[in-house]
Structure formats: structure tokens, C-alpha cells
């Protein structure tokens, strides 16, 4: 022992010793690396997180997830679309200006066929240029959160995808890959130096940024090394390899804070997991109880009351959960205080509102859940297949990958599965849309509210925005009663940091370098 | 002889198309690559556009035709997950996988032999037990811990040895190597370690079990009663004795350290192909994965293949029998 800490000393000296950096570089690491560096080809966390450092949209968030010009300096809504006046010079990596022009380009290539960003860009009909620099989105009907729907629509330049031939994205038939998967060229603050996937990209500062100046950041550098293992990445952490950690497993969040020399940083993400009941369907196809017990909103009731929340946080979660009573988070438009608070446990309560309906004795149901996607999501659905025995539900649990789980939800084949549910627009319409709507592409609960549907639909127009927000809350109210769900609780992000660098942590998730600071 | 290699390649084609049909009908089990393709806004009818455009609604048999048409002109299709060829991918990690396989198996080799040779001569000492005992672990650990553990106590504790990734490397072109430079070697000892220590393990044991069988016999007798020294007797005649089935369990294993650095190139992010086949798999990225498993069939076909080949020159009992 002896021994190892005198090697210890004077390694440590010796690094010490060893000429400062002049510059400023940020070592960091997470679990995925970007897929491509094409800015409309895949709508993915990691691959949007990696382009917003080198590509900008019009309208950007700061780490509050406060609306902030980007390229666009200021935005008025009119009764047929958003007029935008651009940032003035501002110059793409390769030094060609950004111009309406480059707009117009850029929305036309998330519109495409092969695009993935095709459903955020797709209420904008047509761009027109007023001027070099002022352009007019016309929407489909007049639309009240379009700059909400912009963050991650990236603007590239025309004349490089142009004599590049990238005009298109990447298409799934295509048997070769375009120049833009490896190659990148837009107006932020970083610039793509060398890129081998999975191992390490490295970025520098762009010395012609427009924002130079402008943000407390002073990084000049940012390696970034993909690490998918959990516990190699908190490692790499550990023994000083990277100085942030994007996403360290939570049951070694305790591990790092007790750390000398590093930290964690906590913030309740947007990001909401929840238990749904396929309300739709005649018979269930995995329960020996006849007909299909969720029909009684009294099940409904009984399942939200007899999985002990609270329990969940402590146990399964180790405190790093907020358990709730709807299914999105505290930062998005429409989350209430009111409906926010949970249903409470009521074991006693949920085992009369069973017999009630008729179902004394309980019945049997299976319940799919991942068991790589979200925050221990396979031991939040075993705790609470223990909580439903104690009522007489004898669940059947089938926690398996994402791949194979997503899947049965989006074909319907599923009685009572887990899901999670992040809202990038920050406006309830995106969850109502998705997970309310009668029609709702993700809603497999088979819930059909009339006044629900007729709400989603109403926002998508309606711009006095104290009308709209009335509006939200009485749909939220109507779920309240309705009970389609089971909310568990929202997740917590936590950022694993060295001491020697300062990011604010942003309920999204996503890293923004211009604002993080090497001391 | 050519009769005898003409009918094992024939075998080897059967088995390859066997292994290819296998692993082509359970990808069909492993999910649905659409959901990862596109996000979570994307619409039902997207999600049944991509799929027919993928074809992924054919019939499995369909599908595997197609494939193999495809394969046989060299096309292996692009990455559902990263756009790029899967040939092209698969060359540019197997360098990586390559050279730790190399590094391991040396590691294996040498350090194996010796203390097989070392713990079936002296097989009372303590020093014998103890290593017998501790090899114990390289079997009965699984690789992910034994790496987790390496990884904790140099990287973390003792900062000797980066903790994960592949550092150092020098571009000559064709090849992409990280055994040319200091930084190179000190990425790639951790996982090399945990890679070999299954293969050590074995190569252990089995030297020291022949070794205890040779020195029994009687050219080992009348070899001492000769007066040869100790050197002698160990090193030339008992160790060379016992090499026959080292060099045929080494030949076989060599597959067995290309699957298993799946596994350690997981824990410790060393870009190889398992560590690609990996992240295929949870993408459900179906080019990949079917490249990649035709591919590892091949690597064991080709190695069974020289053994079957090495069994004929040196066995006459089987050219008998033809």
C-alpha cells in the first residue's frame, strides 16, 4: 500500500510538472456516439446533441430551456405563418454567408421524403424570402408554437450541399453513403477537426462564430469519447480520463459525489414514465378475467392506487425520481401543480374498487416493459408487479429490449406496458397528440375522449395563448378523471463533472458547450 | 490430398450457408430496426413505408435470397444505423479486433506454457497451488467482471492504464495499428489481459496435465537414468512431448478469442467488430449483424479447414482411410 501511494505521488508530480495547456480542451463522454453527422437525417439524441455543437437552428433554448434567438435575431406571428429576421453575418465553417437563401434550402431538406425531421418541419408549407435576410414560414393554418417546433431543425448551406450532392438526406434504399454521414459545415460554435466513429470526434472553436464573446463559455476544444459501458464510463470519470460524464448510471451517482474532486449536478428532466391500459379492446389478450376489465374506470382507479409511488422513489429509485399524477414534467406547457400531484396508495381502497367491479379475487394480466430504455425501468415494473398481487393482480411481467418492446406497443398488441415520454416542443399538444388523441400514434390504450381529441385539435390553431392554455388545462383535468394511465413518477437526469469544468445542467438533456466553463 | 481439401471446402460452403440461413431467420426475433430509425414523432404510415422499403415484410425466405444475391456480388448493404457500407465497416474495425486477438493470444501462449510447464514439474510447491488456484478464476469469472475489475484497480486506483479505448494509432494505410506506439500498448494491455485469461487458463491446465502424463513415461526415465540435466529433460523432451494438443486446442480457440472479444470489447470501447456487432444488435441493424455472423462463420470454417488440412499431414491414419 505503502508503495502504491508513493507511485501515486509521484505520478500525480509528474503530471503536474508537465507544461500547462495553453488551451482549454473538454473531454467528455456518454453512452452513444452521434449515428451521422447529417443534420435531418436521424432525429436521435445523441446524433442532435453532436450536430447542435456544429450546426444551429433559427430559434434556440439556453440551458433554462428559455426560447433564445440563434440565427434568427427576432420572430412576430402572423395569421398564416412566423416572419423571422436573420442573424447578419454570419458565416458558414467553410466561409460562405448565411443567407435567407440557405433557409429556404434547409427547410425544403427537413421536409424531404428521407427526412427524420419531417413531422417537426412539415406545418411549414413554404419559406419565402423577403429580403437576404428575412424570411417568411407560411404554416398550415395559423400555429402558435412554431418557434417551440424549430430548436432541432438545423440550418445547413445550400451551395456546400449543392456541389456536395447532399440536397437530399440519406434515404433507406440508397446503397451508398452520402458525403454529409462524415462530413460537416454549419455556423456553430464548434467545428468538426476529425471524427472515428465510436472512438473519439474531435471538435475546435470556431474562431468566426458569431456568438464569440457572447457566452460565458471558454472552451477551445472537446474531445468526445462514445463509452457504452455504464461502468467503464464512470471509470473513465473516476481516474480523471474525461472531465464529464453525460449520463452515469444512477447507483453510482452516490460513488461520484463522494469523489474527491468530482461532482453530480441533478435536474428533473423532461421526461415522464408511465404504465398504460388498453381500455379499446373487447377481450384482453392476456388476463383470464372476461372482457376487458380496464373498460371500469374503477380498475383503472384501483391499478393508479395500488402501486405505491413514493415506494418506487425510495426503493427502486434511490430518492433520484419525482412520482407524479400525469404524464409530463414541470417545464412543459400544461403541467399544473394541481395535476401534477400524485393519486396517492390506497391498497385497501384500490382492493374495493376491484371487488366493486366485480373482480374480488383479482384477475391475471401480462405487463411489457423494456428492460434497456428508461431509468431501472425492468425493477420499477417488478416492483410493482409485487404491488398489484398484494391487491389479487397476478401480472405477469415481460420486461425485454427496447427493439422488441416498442414495437408491440406501436401495433397494439399489448394489454398494460410501460412507457416513456419526453416532450422536445415543451407544449402539451405534442403528448396529447401522441398519447391522448383518439388517433394518437403512440396512444395504444385505446383512450377516445371527444373533448380530449377536440382540445388536441383546437391548440394546434388557437393563438390567444390565455384561450389555448385553458384550454390545455381542461384536457389535462378530463386525463385526471379519465385515468388512461398509471404515472409513476418523471425522471431525474444527473451529470457526473470534474471539478475543474462548470456546465449547467439543462432538463433536456443536452449539453451546451458555449456555456461551460474550464476554471 | 486435393480429393480430401475439395471435399472439405464443399462441406465448409454447406456449413456457411447453413449458419447465414440460421442467424437470418432469428433476426426476425431480435425486434423491429424500424423504431430505432426513426423518432418517436414519426407516423404509423412512415414506420409501414420503411419497412416495405426495406423489405422487412417479405417472407423470411425472400429476405435471406435477396441477401445472399446481394452477397455473392459483393454488396452487403449499408448500416440501417449508421448509413455506411457494412464491407467498408467491417474492414475498417477488423484491425482493432485483429491485433487484440494477436496480443491475447501471445499473452495466452507464453504466459500459459510457462506456467503450465512451471506448476507440472514442481506440482508440490506452494507457489504451484496458489497459481492453480487463482487460474481457477480465469474460468469462472465471467470477462465482464474480471475486465471491470482490471479496469478499477489500474485505471482508477493505481491511473497506471487508460481505462478504456484504443489510443495511438498510426495509419499505414491499409492498416490502422496501435502496436507501433507507447500509448497504443498501454490501451491495449487491459483488454488483451481479459481477453486471454480463459485462453491462459486452458493452456495452463492442459500443460500441466501432459506434462504430469510425460514425465511418467519412460523415454522421460531413460532419460534421467542417461544423466541429461534437468534443463534437458524438461525443456527439450517433456515440453515438446506435450505441445501436439496445445497446438490443436490453440488452432480452435483462436475463433473462440474473435467471439469472446465481443464481450471485453463491450467493457473496455475497443473499436473492433464485436464491439460493432454489439451495438448492432441493440439497433437491431440487420446488415451488420448478418455480414458479421457470415463473416465469423467463415473465420471458423477457414481455421477448421487448416486444421482438418495440419490432422492430414501429420496423421497418416486418416490419408489411410481415404
Known amino acids: ?519 | 490430398m486435393f480429393f480430401f481439401i475439395l471435399k472439405r471446402l464443399a462441406q465448409s460452403v454447406l456449413v456457411m450457408a447453413i449458419v447465414s440461413a440460421v442467424s437470418f431467420s432469428l433476426f426476425n426475433f431480435v425486434g423491429d430496426p424500424v423504431n430505432n430509425m426513426v423518432g418517436q414523432d414519426a407516423t404509423r404510415e412512415q414506420r409501414l413505408e420503411i419497412r416495405e422499403q426495406l423489405g422487412l415484410d417479405d417472407p423470411v425466405l425472400t429476405q435471406y435470397s435477396r441477401f445472399l444475391g446481394n452477397m455473392l456480388q459483393g454488396d452487403f448493404g449499408l448500416s440501417y444505423r449508421i448509413k455506411r457500407p457494412v464491407d467498408q465497416l467491417i474492414f475498417e474495425r477488423l484491425p482493432a479486433t485483429l491485433e487484440l486477438v494477436f496480443v491475447s493470444a501471445i499473452i495466452a501462449l507464453v504466459v500459459g506454457i510457462g506456467l503450465g510447464v512451471y506448476t507440472g514439474i514442481r506440482r508440490k510447491s506452494w507457489i504451484s497451488r496458489g497459481i492453480l488456484s487463482v487460474s481457477l478464476v480465469g474460468v469462472s469469472l465471467p470477462t465482464f467482471i474480471i475486465g471491470i475489475a482490471l479496469i478499477y484497480i489500474f485505471a482508477v486506483h493505481l491511473r497506471w492504464l487508460p481505462s478504456s479505448g484504443r489510443s495511438g494509432t498510426v495509419d499505414l494505410g491499409w492498416w490502422k495499428t496501435s502496436l507501433l506506439t507507447v500509448d497504443g500498448w498501454r490501451a491495449i494491455i487491459l483488454p488483451a489481459i481479459t481477453l486471454s485469461l480463459f485462453q491462459l487458463t486452458l493452456i495452463l491446465r492442459l500443460v500441466r496435465a501432459e506434462m504430469l502424463e510425460v514425465m511418467q513415461t519412460d523415454f522421460i526415465k531413460f532419460a534421467r537414468a542417461r544423466g541429461l540435466s534437468e534443463r534437458a529433460i524438461n525443456f527439450r523432451h517433456a515440453l515438446r512431448n506435450t505441445l501436439v494438443p496445445v497446438i490443436t486446442i490453440i488452432g480452435l480457440n483462436i475463433g473462440g478469442l474473435i467471439a469472446f472479444s465481443v464481450i471485453t470489447e463491450t467493457v473496455f470501447q475497443w473499436p473492433g467488430t464485436g464491439l460493432m456487432f454489439i451495438q448492432a444488435v441493440d439497433f437491431v441493424d440487420v446488415p451488420i449483424m448478418a455480414a458479421y455472423l457470415v463473416f465469423v462463420a467463415l473465420l471458423f470454417v477457414l481455421i477448421n479447414l487448416v486444421v482438418d488440412i495440419l490432422y492430414f499431414v501429420v496423421d497418416p491414419r486418416i490419408r489411410l482411410g481415404n
Open chain 1, 1 to 519: 500500500m505503502q508503495f502504491t501511494k508513493l507511485l501515486a505521488v509521484s505520478v500525480t508530480a509528474l503530471t503536474v510538472a508537465s507544461p500547462a495547456l495553453a488551451e482549454n480542451v473538454l473531454r467528455w463522454t456518454s453512452q452513444g456516439d452521434a449515428l451521422t453527422m447529417d443534420p435531418h437525417s436521424q432525429n436521435e439524441g445523441p446524433t442532435i446533441a453532436m450536430n447542435g455543437q456544429i450546426y444551429e437552428s433559427l430559434v434556440t433554448r439556453d440551458a433554462d430551456l428559455v426560447l433564445q434567438p440563434e440565427l434568427a435575431e427576432s420572430w412576430e406571428a402572423g395569421s398564416d405563418g412566423w416572419t423571422f429576421k436573420l442573424r447578419q453575418g454570419v458565416k458558414f465553417h467553410d466561409g460562405s454567408d448565411f443567407t435567407a437563401e440557405d433557409v429556404v434550402f434547409s427547410f425544403t431538406r427537413a421536409n424531404h421524403e428521407a427526412s427524420d425531421y419531417k413531422e417537426q418541419a412539415k406545418s411549414v408549407t413554404s419559406v419565402e424570402v423577403i429580403d437576404d435576410y428575412t424570411v417568411k414560414l407560411t404554416t398550415d393554418g395559423p400555429n402558435p408554437i412554431l418557434p417551440n417546433q424549430l430548436t432541432s431543425i438545423y440550418m445547413m448551406d445550400k451551395g456546400w450541399a449543392e456541389a456536395n450532392n447532399v440536397v437530399a438526406p440519406q434515404d433507406f434504399k440508397a446503397k451508398e453513403e452520402t458525403f454529409a454521414v462524415r462530413n460537416a459545415n454549419g455556423t456553430g460554435p464548434f467545428t468538426l477537426v476529425s471524427r472515428a466513429p465510436d472512438e473519439l470526434t474531435v471538435l475546435a472553436a470556431n474562431p468566426d462564430w458569431w456568438g464569440k464573446g457572447m457566452f460565458p463559455g471558454n472552451i477551445d476544444k472537446i474531445e468526445y469519447r462514445p463509452i457504452t459501458n455504464a461502468a467503464t464510463r464512470v471509470a473513465a470519470l473516476l481516474s480523471g480520463e474525461v472531465d464529464f460524464v453525460l449520463d452515469p448510471p444512477l447507483q453510482d451517482v452516490k460513488r461520484i459525489e463522494t469523489s474527491e474532486g468530482l461532482s453530480v449536478k441533478t435536474v428533473a428532466q423532461i421526461r415522464s414514465i408511465f404504465f398504460g391500459m388498453d381500455q379499446g379492446v373487447d377481450k384482453l389478450r392476456s388476463s383470464d378475467a372476461e372482457g376487458n376489465p380496464f373498460k371500469d374506470a374503477k380498475v383503472r382507479e384501483a391499478f393508479n392506487l395500488a402501486i405505491d409511488k413514493d415506494a418506487i422513489q425510495r426503493v427502486v429509485m434511490e430518492g433520484l425520481s419525482f412520482p407524479t399524477g400525469m404524464i409530463t414534467s414541470p417545464g412543459v406547457l400544461g403541467n399544473t401543480p394541481e395535476n401534477d400531484a400524485s393519486y396517492g396508495f390506497d391498497a385497501a381502497k384500490a382492493k374495493m374498487l376491484l371487488a366493486d367491479a366485480g373482480y374480488p379475487n383479482g384477475f391475471s394480466i401480462q405487463l411489457d416493459c423494456p428492460n434497456n430504455r428508461y431509468n431501472n425501468d425492468e425493477k420499477i415494473c417488478q416492483a410493482a408487479v409485487a404491488m398489484l398481487a398484494k391487491i389479487g393482480i397476478k401480472v405477469n411481467l415481460d420486461a425485454i429490449p427496447k427493439a422488441q418492446h416498442f414495437p408491440k406497443i406501436q401495433k397494439r398488441e399489448s394489454d398494460f406496458y410501460m412507457l416513456g415520454w419526453g416532450v422536445p416542443t415543451l407544449d402539451s399538444h405534442y403528448v396529447f397528440s401522441y398519447l391522448l388523441d383518439g388517433e394518437g400514434s403512440w396512444n395504444a390504450t385505446g383512450y377516445n375522449n371527444a373533448r380530449v381529441n377536440e382540445i388536441t385539435k383546437a391548440i394546434t390553431t388557437e393563438i390567444d395563448i390565455e384561450k389555448r392554455t385553458a384550454m390545455i388545462d381542461e384536457a389535462w383535468s378530463l386525463v385526471k378523471k379519465d385515468m388512461p394511465y398509471v404515472p409513476i413518477h418523471h425522471q431525474v437526469l444527473a451529470w457526473g463533472l470534474s471539478d475543474a469544468v462548470d456546465i449547467p445542467i439543462a432538463a433536456d438533456d443536452a449539453f451546451r458547450p458555449r456555456f461551460a466553463v474550464m476554471k
